[in-house]
């Protein structure tokens, strides 16, 4: 069963940018789709990207297009979240997760995952 940690939350002024990252234990990562999603206080789970196990799909939420880029490094075991141009409506805990259900496609729904990390929060602020 793989494990997974988020990292590399912090606070920034907008305008900002961050790289999260999420590494796996347990397994390895070039098996598993990974999507990241992210939960505001009071507003429901939202996802806002994911990559294919073979890292030739990838998909991100409207609300992030042009400014989030998902990579993977295989070496690493990891998954980073590459966040741009930081907006006070992105402060949130953002999760990454992963499912071995996912070799050529994934999905932003959290629904299609069976791995969860704990989280790291970002929050944007002047």
């Known amino acids: 069963q793989v494990q997974l940690v988020e990292s590399g939350g912090n606070l920034v002024q907008p305008g900002g940018s961050l790289r999260l990252s999420c590494t796996a234990s347990?397994?390895?990562?070039?098996?598993?789709?990974v999507g990241w999603f992210r939960q505001a206080p009071g507003k429901e789970r939202e996802g806002v990207s994911c990559?294919?196990?073979?890292?030739?799909?990838?998909d991100y939420a409207d609300s992030v297009k042009g400014r989030f880029t998902i990579s993977r490094d295989n070496a690493k075991n990891t998954v980073y979240l590459q966040i741009n141009s930081l907006k006070p409506e992105d402060t949130a805990v953002y999760y990454c997760?992963?499912?071995?259900?996912?070799?050529?496609?994934?999905?932003?729904?959290?629904?299609?995952?069976?791995?969860w990390g704990q989280g790291t929060q970002v929050t944007v602020s002047s």
């Open positions: 997760a992963a499912t071995s259900q996912g070799y050529y496609h994934c999905s932003t729904s959290g629904a299609a995952y069976e791995y």
């Open positions: 990559t294919s196990a073979s890292d030739r799909n990838t």
């Open positions: 347990g397994g390895t990562l070039d098996v598993y789709a």
